[in-house]
Protein backbone atom coordinates (compact mmCIF):
# COMPACT_ATOMS: atom_id res chain seq x y z
CA UNK A 1 0.00 0.00 0.00
CA UNK A 2 1.36 3.03 -0.74
CA UNK A 3 1.52 6.11 1.46
CA UNK A 4 -0.81 7.76 -0.29
CA UNK A 5 -2.87 5.40 0.12
CA UNK A 6 -2.09 4.65 3.55
CA UNK A 7 -2.91 8.63 4.42
CA UNK A 8 -6.32 8.63 2.77
CA UNK A 9 -7.25 4.96 5.19
CA UNK A 10 -6.25 7.17 8.17
CA UNK A 11 -8.72 9.70 7.75
CA UNK A 12 -11.53 7.49 7.05
CA UNK A 13 -13.66 5.45 9.84
CA UNK A 14 -11.90 2.43 10.98
CA UNK A 15 -13.35 -1.16 10.69
CA UNK A 16 -14.80 -2.50 13.79
CA UNK A 17 -15.92 -6.23 14.75
CA UNK A 18 -19.90 -6.45 14.99
CA UNK A 19 -21.59 -6.89 17.77
CA UNK A 20 -24.35 -9.55 18.17
CA UNK A 21 -27.67 -7.43 19.15
CA UNK A 22 -30.60 -9.58 20.69
CA UNK A 23 -33.63 -8.20 20.68
CA UNK A 24 -33.48 -6.13 23.69
CA UNK A 25 -30.59 -4.33 22.17
CA UNK A 26 -32.69 -3.74 18.67
CA UNK A 27 -35.59 -2.44 21.09
CA UNK A 28 -33.10 -0.14 23.27
CA UNK A 29 -31.22 1.50 19.77
CA UNK A 30 -34.14 1.89 17.88
CA UNK A 31 -35.53 3.95 21.34
CA UNK A 32 -32.69 6.02 21.59
CA UNK A 33 -32.80 6.54 17.69
CA UNK A 34 -36.23 8.08 18.30
CA UNK A 35 -34.98 10.29 21.34
CA UNK A 36 -31.34 10.63 22.45
CA UNK A 37 -32.70 12.09 25.77
CA UNK A 38 -34.97 9.46 26.49
CA UNK A 39 -34.23 8.74 30.54
CA UNK A 40 -33.07 5.28 31.42
CA UNK A 41 -36.27 5.06 33.25
CA UNK A 42 -38.22 5.17 30.11
CA UNK A 43 -36.32 2.94 28.30
CA UNK A 44 -36.67 0.35 30.86
CA UNK A 45 -40.11 0.17 31.01
CA UNK A 46 -40.30 0.27 27.11
CA UNK A 47 -37.89 -3.04 26.91
CA UNK A 48 -39.25 -4.44 30.11
CA UNK A 49 -35.45 -4.23 32.35
CA UNK A 50 -34.53 -2.36 34.85
CA UNK A 51 -32.91 0.79 34.40
CA UNK A 52 -29.38 -0.53 35.76
CA UNK A 53 -29.38 -3.21 33.03
CA UNK A 54 -30.82 -1.15 30.54
CA UNK A 55 -27.56 1.25 31.56
CA UNK A 56 -25.47 -1.78 31.10
CA UNK A 57 -26.83 -2.64 28.02
CA UNK A 58 -26.28 1.01 26.52
CA UNK A 59 -22.60 1.37 28.11
CA UNK A 60 -22.08 -1.85 26.29
CA UNK A 61 -23.29 -0.65 22.67
CA UNK A 62 -21.15 2.22 23.22
CA UNK A 63 -18.09 0.28 23.89
CA UNK A 64 -18.94 -1.67 21.27
CA UNK A 65 -18.57 1.36 19.15
CA UNK A 66 -22.42 0.52 17.94
CA UNK A 67 -23.42 3.82 19.88
CA UNK A 68 -20.96 6.78 18.81
CA UNK A 69 -22.45 9.50 20.48
CA UNK A 70 -25.54 10.40 21.88
CA UNK A 71 -27.05 13.89 19.80
CA UNK A 72 -29.72 15.93 18.22
CA UNK A 73 -30.74 17.12 14.65
CA UNK A 74 -30.53 20.30 14.36
CA UNK A 75 -33.49 22.51 11.65
CA UNK A 76 -30.90 24.02 9.72
CA UNK A 77 -33.39 26.72 8.57
CA UNK A 78 -33.64 27.56 11.97
CA UNK A 79 -30.35 28.48 12.34
CA UNK A 80 -29.68 30.24 8.89
CA UNK A 81 -28.32 28.13 6.56
CA UNK A 82 -31.21 26.73 4.88
CA UNK A 83 -29.31 25.71 1.59
CA UNK A 84 -27.96 22.35 1.36
CA UNK A 85 -25.50 21.83 -0.96
CA UNK A 86 -23.89 18.95 -2.04
CA UNK A 87 -20.90 19.14 -4.24
CA UNK A 88 -19.30 15.77 -6.15
CA UNK A 89 -15.90 15.88 -6.60
CA UNK A 90 -13.49 13.87 -8.92
CA UNK A 91 -9.61 14.03 -8.30
CA UNK A 92 -7.51 14.27 -11.09
CA UNK A 93 -5.11 10.77 -11.03
CA UNK A 94 -1.95 12.31 -9.24
CA UNK A 95 -3.96 14.05 -6.52
CA UNK A 96 -3.46 13.03 -2.84
CA UNK A 97 -7.14 12.45 -1.55
CA UNK A 98 -6.14 13.18 2.22
CA UNK A 99 -4.50 16.34 1.18
CA UNK A 100 -7.63 17.44 -0.67
CA UNK A 101 -9.86 16.13 2.22
CA UNK A 102 -7.62 18.46 4.96
CA UNK A 103 -8.32 21.43 3.16
CA UNK A 104 -12.46 20.51 2.52
CA UNK A 105 -12.33 20.31 6.37
CA UNK A 106 -10.69 23.83 6.63
CA UNK A 107 -14.56 25.01 5.41
CA UNK A 108 -16.98 25.70 7.97
CA UNK A 109 -19.89 24.86 6.18
CA UNK A 110 -18.77 21.51 5.48
CA UNK A 111 -21.25 19.24 7.26
CA UNK A 112 -20.11 15.83 5.45
CA UNK A 113 -17.43 14.01 3.21
CA UNK A 114 -18.01 10.93 1.46
CA UNK A 115 -15.34 9.04 0.10
CA UNK A 116 -16.75 7.01 -2.77
CA UNK A 117 -15.69 4.00 -5.20
CA UNK A 118 -17.75 5.74 -8.10
CA UNK A 119 -17.96 7.99 -11.07
CA UNK A 120 -16.80 10.87 -8.71
CA UNK A 121 -13.92 10.51 -5.84
CA UNK A 122 -15.81 12.63 -2.99
CA UNK A 123 -19.31 13.98 -2.01
CA UNK A 124 -19.34 17.05 0.07
CA UNK A 125 -22.35 18.80 1.36
CA UNK A 126 -22.03 22.07 2.62
CA UNK A 127 -24.88 24.58 4.48
CA UNK A 128 -24.68 27.95 3.16
CA UNK A 129 -26.99 30.78 4.04
CA UNK A 130 -27.76 32.41 0.34
CA UNK A 131 -26.63 32.96 -3.12
CA UNK A 132 -23.55 34.95 -2.02
CA UNK A 133 -22.63 32.78 0.57
CA UNK A 134 -22.40 29.76 -2.05
CA UNK A 135 -20.69 31.43 -4.44
CA UNK A 136 -18.09 32.46 -1.88
CA UNK A 137 -17.60 28.45 -0.98
CA UNK A 138 -17.80 27.69 -4.59
CA UNK A 139 -15.00 30.08 -6.02
CA UNK A 140 -13.04 31.00 -2.26
CA UNK A 141 -13.07 27.87 -1.04
CA UNK A 142 -13.81 24.98 -3.60
CA UNK A 143 -12.39 25.67 -6.80
CA UNK A 144 -9.22 27.08 -5.54
CA UNK A 145 -8.02 23.37 -4.19
CA UNK A 146 -4.97 21.85 -5.65
CA UNK A 147 -5.84 18.44 -7.46
CA UNK A 148 -9.83 18.80 -8.09
CA UNK A 149 -10.46 17.95 -11.60
CA UNK A 150 -14.20 18.44 -11.51
CA UNK A 151 -16.76 19.57 -9.34
CA UNK A 152 -20.62 19.71 -9.44
CA UNK A 153 -23.39 21.83 -7.43
CA UNK A 154 -26.26 20.18 -6.42
CA UNK A 155 -28.76 22.23 -4.39
CA UNK A 156 -31.24 20.38 -2.11
CA UNK A 157 -34.86 21.32 -2.44
CA UNK A 158 -36.26 19.47 0.35
CA UNK A 159 -35.57 16.22 2.02
CA UNK A 160 -37.89 13.16 2.81
CA UNK A 161 -37.01 11.88 5.95
CA UNK A 162 -37.96 8.23 6.74
CA UNK A 163 -38.95 8.35 10.65
CA UNK A 164 -38.03 5.27 12.07
CA UNK A 165 -35.14 4.24 9.66
CA UNK A 166 -33.82 1.31 11.59
CA UNK A 167 -37.09 -0.74 11.25
CA UNK A 168 -35.23 -1.43 7.67
CA UNK A 169 -31.79 -2.74 9.30
CA UNK A 170 -32.71 -3.57 13.04
CA UNK A 171 -36.32 -5.03 12.69
CA UNK A 172 -37.34 -5.92 16.20
CA UNK A 173 -39.58 -9.09 17.57
CA UNK A 174 -41.41 -7.12 20.09
CA UNK A 175 -41.99 -3.52 18.93
CA UNK A 176 -42.02 -0.46 20.96
CA UNK A 177 -44.92 0.73 22.22
CA UNK A 178 -45.60 4.45 20.62
CA UNK A 179 -45.29 7.49 23.15
CA UNK A 180 -47.54 10.32 22.80
CA UNK A 181 -46.51 13.39 21.86
Known amino acids: MSARETSLRSLLEPERETLDLDDVDRR ?3 RLHEDARASLRSIASDVGMSAPA ?3 RIARLERGHVIRRHTVELDWAALGYPMLVVVP ?3 SSTTDAAQVLDRL ?6 TEVLVLAAGYDLMARFRVRDHADLQQLLIERIWPIPGIEH ?3 MLSIGRLADPAPLRHVLPTETPLKRRRS
Not at 105 to 110: G, H, S
Open 54 to 56: VAE
Open 151 to 153: VET
Open 89 to 91: IRL
Open 28 to 30: ILH
Open 105 to 110: REIPAL
